[in-house]
C-alpha cells in the first residue's frame, strides 16, 4: 500500500536543510536545499525544496503543502486524480492529524479515540483511555509520543 502523506503546518514549517521530506519517487530523503516558502492565497503554508539524489551530489526538486496530499509518483500511479481528490477531502474531514516518526519512518496519523486500540495488547491495560492515533498501516498512543518543535513532528518511543 503506497502512504498516504498530509502534512501538518507544523511540519511544513519547521522543514530545514538536514531534515528528511518526501521525493517525488514517495522516499525520504535528506533536504539540502530549500527554495521556496511561504503561504498560499487560502493561507496554507506551503514548502519547495531539493533532497539529496544518489551519491555524486545530484538533486530532486519536491513540494509541501500543509493539509494536502502529497502526490508522489507511486500515489499517481495506483489512483487517477479524481481519486486522489476523494482521498485528500476523505482524510482532511478527520480533525486533528499530527506528524509521527517512527524509528526514522515518518507518516501521517488521525484520532482513533481515547482507548481506540485496534486489539487488546498490554498498553491497553496499562494506558486504557489514552488518546490513540491511527493511519492505514499502523497505531500509537499518546504515552509514547514527545512533539519536538523544531522539526515540526511527534518522535514515537522516546522517552
Given amino acids: 500500500m503506497t502512504e498516504k502523506f498530509i502534512p501538518t503546518r507544523e511540519f511544513v514549517e519547521a522543514l530545514q536543510v538536514g531534515h528528511k521530506a518526501l521525493d517525488c519517487f514517495g522516499r525520504w530523503h535528506t533536504v539540502v536545499e530549500i527554495f521556496g516558502r511561504g503561504d498560499d492565497i487560502n493561507g496554507r503554508a506551503y514548502v519547495c525544496y531539493y533532497t539529496e539524489l544518489g551519491d555524486d551530489g545530484g538533486k530532486i526538486s ?10 508522489t509518483v507511486p500515489l499517481c500511479n495506483d489512483h487517477n486524480s479524481w481519486q486522489l481528490d476523494q482521498i485528500e477531502a476523505q482524510l482532511n474531514a478527520k480533525p486533528g492529524a499530527i506528524v509521527v516518526n517512527a524509528l526514522g519512518y515518518i507518516s501521517t496519523f488521525w484520532p482513533a479515540g481515547a482507548g481506540a486500540y485496534p486489539y487488546d495488547c498490554r498498553s491497553k491495560d496499562k494506558h ?21 518543535p523544531e522539526r515540526g513532528y511527534y518522535a514515537a518511543n522516546v522517552k
Fill in 62 to 71: 519536491g513540494s509541501l503543502k500543509e493539509a494536502e496530499l502529497a502526490r
Fill in 128 to 148: 486504557p483511555d489514552a488518546m490513540i492515533y491511527a493511519n492505514d498501516t499502523a497505531w500509537v498512543g499518546e504515552y509514547e509520543l514527545k512533539f519536538i
